[in-house]
């Protein structure tokens, strides 16, 4: 929708619905596994920009967690940074205190902390983050949809409220349990913004010139996620732009210029 040209990697390739979607027509779907240094490598050949979502909760132990949620991703980071990628984006989580815990949930959010530097490390500003809280929307189980949103949707908008934010603020760790849920299309849209806007510049690998130049770009928390949909949106729906100006004006004829010469879109 946005006029990037798309490929999607995972274990199984094409899911089995996607030929009756029309909105993914036009997507290549390749298969790869990211545990594979030569899958990873061929998933990043020739991308301008890498988006990761990777994440899995398959092996419920600390070691298991981080090694699916931070290894792989570390990989496909190494490899796209190689490569010569331009823009890296990661699809972390915003971490919830109470279960950030070595017998809970510690070893996923452990993953996600080693992702997170393996984007800083080796895009810089180049890279970005965005760190969605609890993310709902149709999820496909086989055959059978189950509709998260009848129960998310209601519960995004009631911590959503200044009384629940305020709750949140004045209990401490315990008001990362508060964070309103975020609807995946929002999510979506925040992860491609950055490549929206002049993603094309800077960059990790070779030449690239983005590793070490700078932290990533963070967008965390529903609001902001919700703030960089609207703007992705924005942009998908301003079109062709006609502008208007004095040409015989030096100091008109001066900024032009300058707009050609940064013109990405």
């Not at 600390?62 to 949620?69: A, C, I, K, P, Q």
């Not at 510690?106 to 969605?132: N, Q």
């Amino acid at each position: 929708k946005h006029g990037l040209k798309v490929a999607s990697v995972s274990s199984g390739g094409a899911p089995a619905w996607a030929s009756s979607s029309s909105e993914l027509a036009g997507v290549e779907w390749l298969c790869g596994d990211m545990s594979v240094e030569a899958d990873a490598a061929r998933a990043v050949d020739g991308c301008d920009a890498v988006v990761s979502c990777l994440g899995s909760f398959a092996d419920f132990s600390y070691d298991g967690m981080r090694r699916e949620n931070g290894a792989a991703n570390v990989r496909i980071v190494e490899a796209a940074a190689a490569a010569g990628v331009r823009r890296f984006g990661y699809v972390s989580a915003e971490f919830i205190a109470p279960v950030d815990h070595p017998r809970l949930l510690g070893g996923y959010y452990a993953g996600k902390r080693d992702a997170e530097s393996a984007v800083a490390a080796h895009f810089g500003s180049a890279g970005y983050i965005v760190r969605p809280p609890v993310v709902y929307g149709a999820r496909r189980v086989g055959s059978v949809t189950l509709p998260l949103g009848a129960v998310f949707g209601p519960m995004a908008v009631a911590f959503s409220t200044p009384p629940v934010r305020a709750l949140a603020g004045a209990i401490g760790p315990l008001g990362s349990l508060l964070a309103p849920p975020v609807h995946v299309d929002d999510v979506a849209l925040a992860a491609i913004a950055p490549l929206l806007d002049g993603g094309s510049e800077g960059g990790g690998g070779e030449g690239g010139g983005g590793a070490g130049d700078g932290e990533p770009a963070l967008v965390s928390g529903a609001a902001e996620i919700e703030a960089a949909a609207a703007g992705a949106r924005a942009l998908a729906s301003m079109g062709d732009v006609t502008l208007f100006w004095d040409g015989a004006c030096p100091l008109c004829q001066r900024e032009i210029s300058y707009y050609k010469s940064i013109d990405r879109a």
